[in-house]
C-alpha cells in the first residue's frame, strides 16, 4: 500500500489526489474481487463444453449468467484504470504549461483527440472533483485556467520585464520572453 500512495501523492501537481486515491482504490477493488469469480465460472464453462461431466454440461447456462456480472465488474476496474491514466497525462500537459491557460486546441493537439471530446472528458473530469488550483472554463473560448498553489512547482508569479515595464505571468522558477518587447525574463524576479 505504501508504494501506491507514493505513486499517488506528489507536490506541485493539479491532480486532486484524495479523488485519486479513490478511484484507484476503486479499481483495485474491482479487479481483484472480480478476477476469482471468473476464473471459476470460466472453468465451469469450460469443462461443460469440453469435458465428459454432465452436471457442468446442464449447468453451462447458468455459469454463463453468473460469470456475465463479474466480468462487468472487472471491466468497470479497467474503467478507472483508463480514467486514472487520462488525469495523470492531464496532469503533465498542465505542468509544461508556461503561461497558465490551456486552450482546448493545445489539449487537442497533444492529446491527438477532437476539442469536443476533450471538453467533453474535462467536464466529466473536473465534475469528479479530479483536479484542483485549476478551472475549466466554459465561455468563449474553453480552457484550462492553472492557478496553482503558492510557493510550489504548479504555481505561476508576475514577471516585469525590466525594459519595457510590462507584466507576463510566466510559472515559478521558468524563464520566458516578454509578452510585450519579447525580451528575456525571468521567474525568479517577481513582482509580488
Do not use: H, W
Not at 19 to 29: Q, S
Not at 78 to 93: A, K, M, T
Not at 108 to 135: H, N, V, W, Y
Amino acid at each position: 500500500m505504501t508504494k501506491a500512495k507514493s505513486k499517488l501523492v506528489s507536490s506541485g501537481t493539479y491532480v486532486s489526489n484524495e479523488a485519486l486515491k479513490g478511484l484507484y482504490f476503486k479499481e483495485r477493488i474491482l479487479i481483484f474481487l472480480s478476477v476469482g469469480p471468473i476464473l471459476f465460472f470460466l472453468f465451469g464453462i469450460l469443462q461443460g463444453i469440453f469435458g465428459n461431466n454432465q452436471v457442468l454440461r446442464d449447468g453451462l447456462v447458468t455459469s454463463v449468467i453468473m460469470e456475465v456480472p463479474f466480468v462487468l465488474m472487472f471491466l468497470a476496474g479497467l474503467r478507472y484504470g483508463r480514467r486514472i491514466g487520462l488525469v495523470r497525462r492531464y496532469n503533465l500537459i498542465f505542468m509544461c504549461d508556461t503561461d497558465g491557460v490551456v486552450t482546448m486546441d493545445e489539449l487537442s493537439r497533444q492529446m491527438g483527440k477532437p476539442a469536443e471530446k476533450i471538453l467533453s472528458q474535462l467536464e466529466r473530469l473536473f465534475q469528479q472533483g479530479l483536479f484542483c488550483d485549476c478551472t475549466l472554463q466554459m465561455g468563449g473560448d474553453p480552457c484550462v485556467i492553472l492557478s496553482g498553489k503558492s510557493g510550489s512547482r504548479s504555481s505561476f508569479v508576475n514577471v516585469v520585464c525590466q525594459r519595457c515595464n510590462g507584466t507576463t505571468k510566466l510559472r515559478a522558477g521558468t524563464s520566458g520572453k516578454c509578452d510585450y518587447c519579447g525580451s528575456a525574463i525571468s521567474a525568479r524576479k517577481i513582482d509580488s
